[in-house]
């Protein structure tokens, strides 16, 4: 009986499939050992043991011709080279991964806070924020497709991130989100703030919220300072099509310095990113 092994009994022993074995030919990686008076391609040990590495370093993510070329002119350096390349691949997709996952627990956890309650006052204490601003625009402007298609550098992944809206007086505003471990152009200090959760059908009634969230703060002898930001959660509509969700903050004085006088919410026309387009 032959030593050698037919290729289908190679691929059961490998748990490849024959197709696969017979690319690795095609692509001058593995070969038999020689073909039998039947025409049968034999393997042995030599070939299991080079079928084993090219599988091995498949997984680790080289591509069929990096084997190619490691194995007809490579040296040890060489795959030392090639497998630090893989190892750094592999750690940029596990940490694209750890984001995502983040990112996903992140809006299961957001979907059942704002789902308790069709809108929710209280006041939380916050710790400090950097906002990165993207652009301003005139509070009576409503932001459409085009201007966001203007922006001279486009938000990556726009609506995976918060994006707030930042109303520091007078008639602009800054569409801005938030940046870790650099600097920004607005910081949101520590410190207790007024939060109102609400979600809304129609950008129109965004006016009448402002008006409510400052009522409350009248109402509650709580004295705002700061400028306002409204924190829009457009990934929030994947549960909720048919509407958007808000967050408005100001933070709270407790110390009787500058303050928002009551009745100076802003005036508010509809300044959504989300442009109708998850409605």
């Known amino acids: 009986m032959k030593k050698e092994i037919t290729i ?9 499939s024959v197709h696969q074995i017979r690319y690795f030919e095609e692509k001058g990686v593995l070969f038999p050992a ?3 008076d039947n025409q049968y391609r034999m393997y042995g040990m030599d070939e299991i043991y080079r079928l084993a590495h090219i599988l091995l370093l498949r ?7 990096a084997i190619r070329d490691w194995s007809e002119e490579g040296t040890p350096d060489d795959m030392r080279r090639l497998l630090r390349q893989s190892l750094s691949r592999m750690e940029a997709e596990m940490e694209r991964l750890r984001t995502l996952s983040g990112f996903i627990h992140k809006l299961l956890d957001e979907n059942e806070r704002y789902g308790q309650e069709a809108s929710f006052f209280e006041v939380v204490q916050r710790d400090p924020s950097v906002l990165s601003s993207w652009f301003e625009t005139d509070i009576e402007a409503d932001v459409d497709a085009r201007m966001l298609a203007q922006r001279a550098n486009p ?5 995976e991130t918060d994006i707030h809206y930042v109303y520091e007086g007078g008639h602009r505003v800054r569409l801005c989100t938030e940046v870790q471990d650099t600097d920004g152009d607005v910081v949101l200090p520590a410190g207790e ?13 965004l006016q009448q919220h402002f008006d409510q969230f400052q009522d409350f703060a009248d109402r509650s002898s709580l004295v705002l300072t700061g400028p306002q930001i409204l924190v829009e959660r457009s990934y929030l509509s994947l549960f909720t099509q048919e509407s958007i969700h808000y967050e408005l903050l100001a933070r709270v004085d407790r110390s009787g310095g500058d303050v928002m006088e009551p009745g100076t ?6 300044c959504s990113a989300n442009e109708n387009g998850m409605r």
């Open 193 to 205: 703030y007024l939060s109102y959760r609400f979600s809304i059908h129609d950008e129109e009634g």
């Open 155 to 159: 938000l990556p992944e726009l609506f």
């Open 59 to 65: 997984k680790t993510g080289l591509s069929v011709q």
């Open 8 to 16: 289908s009994e190679l691929a059961k022993l490998m748990r490849v």
């Open 265 to 270: 919410a802003h005036s508010w026309r509809g």
């Open 34 to 36: 020689y073909m039998d």
